[in-house]
């Protein structure tokens, strides 16, 4: 598919991306999600090597939560302006259990993701996992939208 890459194990991944999974997958325990029970944990990447995180954060009036990788984006806009993010990387489990899911980021979170990238003006990798338990990592977030909204549509 063009644009991805496929690593058919984590064995072959680059050793910053397993770091920025190994971390999604820890912040998993952070997540707030009482209603869906589904844990979400998303680990980005900064152009200084800087990792933040973020956990998805449900409320009872669904519309006033947010997903992990927003709260990890939002979080790098606020505290870190002016650093790039390179990566973002994606995982989900159940909270009954500890193997993860295959997951990405849904279709506000791309949105969100691509504004970063077109403010930016450098692309950022998407790292998520499939069905058949491989990793996806995407060239840049466009390729996840390709028919996209953004600011040419203005």
């Given at each position: 598919m063009e644009g991805f890459n496929t690593y058919t194990n984590e064995g072959t991944l680059d050793p910053y991306f397993l770091k920025?999974?190994?971390r999604a997958r820890s912040v998993t325990n952070s997540?707030?999600?009482p209603y869906s029970n589904y844990r979400v944990g998303a680990a980005l990447l900064l152009e200084n090597g800087q990792i933040l995180t973020g956990s998805?954060?449900?409320n009872a009036?669904?519309?006033a939560g947010?997903?992990?990788e927003r709260v990890a984006l939002f979080?790098?806009?606020s505290s870190y302006p002016d650093q790039?993010?390179?990566a973002v990387a994606v995982v989900a489990r159940s909270a009954r259990e500890t193997e993860f899911k295959p997951v990405s980021p849904c279709g506000i979170c791309r949105q969100v993701v691509l504004e970063y990238e077109m403010k930016q003006g450098v692309p950022i990798q998407l790292i998520f996992q499939t069905q058949d338990k491989q990793w996806i990592i995407t060239k840049n977030s466009r390729v996840l939208l390709p028919f996209c909204f953004d600011r040419d549509n203005l």
């Open positions: 920025l999974i190994n997540s707030y999600s998805n954060q449900e009036s669904y519309p947010l997903c992990a979080y790098a806009a790039v993010i390179k």
